[in-house]
């Protein structure tokens, strides 16, 4: 039995408001579909890289964040593209986090 999911859009309504009460700055660079769509975030450290985050299967069938590309923000900004390309459905979320502390869902992101 798959765990429940929140809608798309209302999972990003919910991230922007958390961000604002942090004070981070967030916007939703694409909208995809309200329901179901993928979400990619993008937190964008400025002069200390970037991180691309999405939603992936764990080895033990669970679904985590986990790094997709970093470092770099045009690496970062090609795999949004290249996604953008195939998935119309998919919104890309991009948050100014310096300190580093943005944690979607609560957890800590894996490495690939």
């Known amino acids: 039995m798959s765990e429940p999911r929140l809608k798309s859009g209302f999972w990003v309504k919910a991230q922007l408001r958390l961000c604002d009460q942090a004070f981070l700055p967030c916007v939703v660079v694409k909208r995809g579909d309200e329901d179901a ?23 033990n069938g669970g679904r985590a964040w986990m790094v997709v590309a970093g470092d ?15 998935d119309s459905d998919l919104w890309v979320l991009e948050i100014e986090d310096l300190a580093g502390t943005y944690q979607p869902d609560g957890q800590s992101p894996l490495l690939e």
């Open 37 to 59: 769509g993928q979400i990619l975030i993008k937190i964008n450290r400025l002069r200390s890289g970037c991180q691309l985050l999405a939603k992936r299967y764990t080895d």
């Open 72 to 86: 770099d923000e045009q690496a970062c900004d090609a795999y949004i593209s290249r996604e953008s390309d195939m």
